[in-house]
């Protein structure tokens, strides 16, 4: 046993030299278990940090920026069109939130249009009009799944 400076002996403690730890399972109770499931909702899951329920203040839009990207890059007849009419619709968060219906209502009109060249601009601005409109956008949610299966099950349409 080791002596201290002031004359003590203190005893010396050993650690546990057992085996690692092998058990992945710990007992949950079910309120546990559903509230992780809840927390799986992927409609809910990705929100608008910038953006609170009451306050529309934030005028960021993920929507604006990725159809100002596709204005540049894709020249289709139909995309250019789309572009002319949702433009004016789409200049502050507050204002897509407004007219979603209409933007929507729009989604819809063109992409039934099922155009080859103007399809995937769209398929990546309904991805950010639904990152916008976050929780909102569930009202939406049955029509949109309907056009994109539309569009996968259509064999040509699937070498996007």
Same mark, same amino acid.
């Given at each position: 046993?080791?002596?201290?400076?002031? !004359?003590?002996?203190?005893?010396?403690?050993? !650690?546990?030299? !057992?085996?690692?730890?092998?058990?992945?399972?710990?007992?949950?109770?079910?309120?546990?278990?559903?509230?992780?499931?809840?927390?799986?909702?992927?409609?809910?899951?990705?929100?608008?940090?910038?953006?609170?329920?009451?306050?529309?203040?934030?005028?960021?839009?993920?929507?604006?920026?990725?159809?100002?990207?596709?204005?540049?890059?894709?020249?289709?007849?139909?995309?250019?069109?789309?572009?002319?009419?949702?433009?004016?619709?789409?200049?502050? %968060?507050?204002?897509?939130?407004?007219?979603?219906?209409?933007?929507?209502?729009?989604?819809?009109?063109?992409?039934? !249009?099922?155009?080859?060249?103007?399809?995937?601009?769209?398929?990546?601005?309904?991805?950010?009009?639904?990152?916008?409109?976050?929780?909102?956008?569930?009202?939406?949610?049955?029509?949109?799944?309907? %056009?994109?299966?539309?569009?996968?099950?259509?064999?040509?349409?699937?070498?996007?």
């Amino acid at each position: 046993m080791p002596a201290t400076t002031s !004359g003590r002996i203190i005893k010396t403690r050993k !650690g546990k030299k !057992g085996t690692a730890h092998q058990k992945n399972h710990r007992w949950e109770s079910f309120t546990t278990k559903i509230s992780k499931l809840n927390s799986l909702d992927p409609l809910r899951r990705v929100r608008r940090h910038d953006l609170d329920a009451e306050d529309i203040s934030a005028t960021t839009s993920y929507f604006r920026a990725s159809l100002e990207k596709w204005a540049e890059l894709n020249l289709s007849s139909a995309f250019i069109s789309f572009t002319e009419e949702v433009l004016p619709l789409c200049d502050s %968060l507050p204002q897509i939130l407004h007219f979603e219906d209409k933007i929507m209502g729009l989604f819809v009109t063109y992409m039934e !249009g099922k155009q080859r060249e103007s399809l995937e601009p769209l398929l990546e601005l309904i991805t950010d009009f639904a990152h916008d409109l976050g929780p909102r956008f569930e009202k939406h949610y049955a029509k949109a799944l309907e %056009l994109v299966t539309s569009i996968a099950g259509t064999p040509k349409m699937l070498q996007l």
